[in-house]
């Protein structure tokens, strides 16, 4: 099954650290670049960071210094390292990235964007 799982994430207090992975099954991680968003609640879903396939970065000002996007293409995962939390961190955070889905049947590939499920971080006072 194609699909971006999601893993990491939870209670954490203020200042600490959590880490979030995000792997690619059933498909591999295209060149486009892959990124990280967060949902909190009442609010639109907004980028936190991304990474492009040459290794370039780019982070929403709130997080930078304090969060690192990072990409392992062998083993097909996207990560986000989350230090120094503090509470308005607090969201439902989701991985993007196009996929390339590989038809065995046609023996052609298939370009396909795919979020995560979703993983909730609450950071506590």
């Known amino acids: 099954q194609v699909q971006l799982v999601q893993s990491g994430g939870g209670l954490v207090q203020a200042g600490g650290s959590l880490r979030l992975s995000c792997a690619a099954s059933?498909?591999?991680?295209?060149?486009?670049?892959a990124g990280w968003y967060r949902q909190a609640p009442g609010k639109q879903r907004a980028m936190v960071a991304t990474i492009s396939d040459g290794g370039t970065t780019n982070y929403a000002d709130s997080v930078k210094g304090r969060f690192t996007i990072s990409k392992d293409n062998a083993k097909n995962t996207m990560y986000l390292q989350m230090n120094s939390l503090k509470p308005e961190d607090t969201a439902v955070y989701y991985c993007?990235?196009?996929?390339?889905?590989?038809?065995?049947?046609?023996?052609?590939?298939?370009?396909?964007?795919?979020w995560g499920q979703g993983t909730q971080v609450t950071v506590s006072s």
């Open positions: 993007n990235a196009d996929l390339i889905i590989p038809n065995l049947r046609l023996g052609d590939l298939t370009l396909s964007n795919y």
């Open positions: 059933g498909s591999t991680f295209s060149d486009n670049a």
